[in-house]
């Protein structure tokens, strides 16, 4: 068990709907990363909160936007969903900011089925 | 610049063999270089990191092996065991670039293991 807590565990939903995904870290990350893991584009990187503030981004669409909470759990938004939207969404979370210094620990996923 | 191959794709190893698998890159900046595994239904684990100021590493069965010059990295799993059955995912990173060194993920490797 990494400690990172996602739910839902499976989400389906119609094209053109927003959906939430949300991430608990691990106690004491102040680091949440979330990822897209498709077939075809492998496990991409989307975005970075560190304690609260945005640090890094990487390939979200304008229709994904993100965000952390005081509490430091973290929530992707997915918005005017499209068929290629259908994949499994990690989070990650780890202690420090720097991604290339530390571990990082990844929850089970959320796969998200768009009809 | 900012990819790194994986491979082979897939691969099935006799248990007690040597399970082999090569990463490749261009971006000479990377500094960072872990592997992750990951078992169906769960999300990515690290299970072993290197960085280029050395040539190997070693942790129980488990080797990286890096070629600075030649911009390559591989994982060698001695005396594989069936448990050992998941997709491994070599990654790199670098302050470089947009990523701000988050991870650049391999498309993976399914590693099979016989018994």
């Known amino acids: 068990d990494s400690g990172v807590t996602q739910t839902p565990k499976h989400l389906i939903t119609a094209t053109g709907q927003r959906v939430t995904l949300r991430c608990s870290p691990r106690s004491g990350d102040l680091s949440v990363y979330w990822y897209q893991q498709s077939l075809d584009q492998g496990l991409q990187f989307l975005i970075q909160y560190y304690n609260g503030e945005e640090r890094a981004k990487g390939n979200i669409l304008e229709r994904f936007s993100a965000q952390q909470f005081p509490d430091l759990h973290s929530e992707l938004n997915l918005s005017s969903l499209e068929l290629g939207d259908s994949a499994l969404y990690f989070c990650a979370s780890s202690a420090g900011s720097d991604p290339g210094n530390q571990p990082q620990h990844f929850g089970d996923g959320t796969r998200l089925s768009i009809l | 610049q900012q990819q790194v191959k994986q491979s082979p794709q897939s691969l099935i190893v006799q248990k007690g063999g040597i399970s082999i698998i090569n990463c490749a890159y261009e971006n000479t900046a990377f500094d960072y270089f872990p592997w992750y595994q990951q078992f169906p239904g769960k999300g990515p684990a690290l299970l072993i990191a290197?960085?280029?100021?050395?040539s190997e590493k070693k942790e129980g069965r488990f080797t990286i092996s890096f070629n600075k010059s030649a911009k390559q990295f591989s994982l060698h799993i001695m005396d594989s065991q069936p448990g050992d059955s998941a997709t491994y995912f070599c990654?790199?990173?670098?302050?470089?670039?947009?990523?701000?060194?988050?991870?650049?993920f391999g498309k993976g490797t399914k590693l099979s293991v016989k018994p």
């Open positions: 290197i960085r280029p100021d050395v």
């Open positions: 990654a790199a990173s670098s302050w470089d670039g947009g990523s701000q060194g988050n991870l650049i």
